[in-house]
């Protein structure tokens, strides 16, 4: 059996793409625009050279699945933005787009995240609603649900009020398919308008949501991330992204952690797990979430050190992947939340040093505790042999 990671860096793009014998190649595409063109510019670019990476890598329009677009001003860029290609969502061809802001560094107004699967014909791709996707391929459903919000016409409303009604519209998404936020859900991504304000009150309407939902400490939660970030609406402080496999076997799944190096989640009262293997014949997706630097007791390492923290936050995503059997070479992708925008050319090195082959977008995005500098998050594929399990 044979398993490929083809990274490819050019003056166009960042990409990493992973093949196994059984079908079906992912793939990674991140671009940042020039930071010296208006935002129509910066559009015109990155469609660009976007449409100049599918050309290269042989990939049509019609294998993109998902789209994160991170922007500088949501409330003001959306409607351009979503006149673009880049944010196009056709009923030939759907494609999950996320929009959030969460200014591109090192001062660009547009970064994108794309992901790909070529080289299968068995895969079937339709629009349920505005936000749901559903990608189908041997068998096994997937859903990628993208901008949930409240719609919010007036500040009068909490964040935990919020993220119970981004909850109810993913778990009425799920219940549609016979699914549920327990047995399906494999990995969540929420936004915060104000971070330092609003994140206690998502993670206690989360706490509550998973509680009633059958989601606990004895059980398991969801890989997540709760980072800085906002949709195009005025008094929305909550969004919600999230992916789900509605074909999963418990046999799929397991959860990764390093107890050496991380303590659960649960020790300081959150919930989320530190990070989801799902297995297929092939291969097997580890989704990475939100990293930190943190120690076994969960206090913050390395204060107002961004250097060491970056490197302590990136061991623990390496401890978190081997846990799992795979390594960072095997990331598709990763992405770097900053506090502080001024703290990019730090991380770059960093990243540059590390991992120079993995597409990353940084972002400026704060991270739940004043004192955590910066976060990772990512997604790995890594080869997998196991043929009583489903292809992917």
Known sequence: MTHKHSPKTSP?????????????????????????????GQIAEIEQRYSATLRDLNLSPDTAVFRRIFVS??????????????????????VAV??????????????????????ASNVRKQALSNHDLLVVKNGQRHLWTTGLCAGHTSSNTSSAAQTRHVFTDLITSLKAQDCSLSEHCVRTWFYLKDVDVFYQGMVDARGEVFAKYGLTADTHYIASTGIEGACAHRYDVVALDAYSNLDLIPEQVSFLNDFSRLCATKDYDVHFERGTRIAYADRAHHFISGTASIDTLGKVVHVGDVTRQAEYALGHVEALLHSGGATLRDLGHLIVYLRDPTDYACVRDVLHNALPEVPAVLVQGAVCRPQWLVELEGIAIASHEAKSLPSF
Not at 17 to 35: K, P, V
Not at 98 to 119: D, T
């Open 12 to 40: 166009n793009s960042t990409v990493k793409s992973f093949w196994g014998s059984l079908g079906g190649t992912e793939h990674y595409i991140t671009l940042t625009a020039n930071g010296e063109r208006d935002l129509a």
């Open 73 to 94: 001003d949501t409330m003001n860029q959306a409607a351009l933005v979503a006149s673009s290609e880049l944010a196009q969502s056709r009923a030939d061809n759907p």
């Open 98 to 119: 996320s929009l959030i802001q969460q200014p591109p560094l090192p001062g660009a107004k547009l970064a994108l995240l794309a992901y790909h699967i070529s080289g």
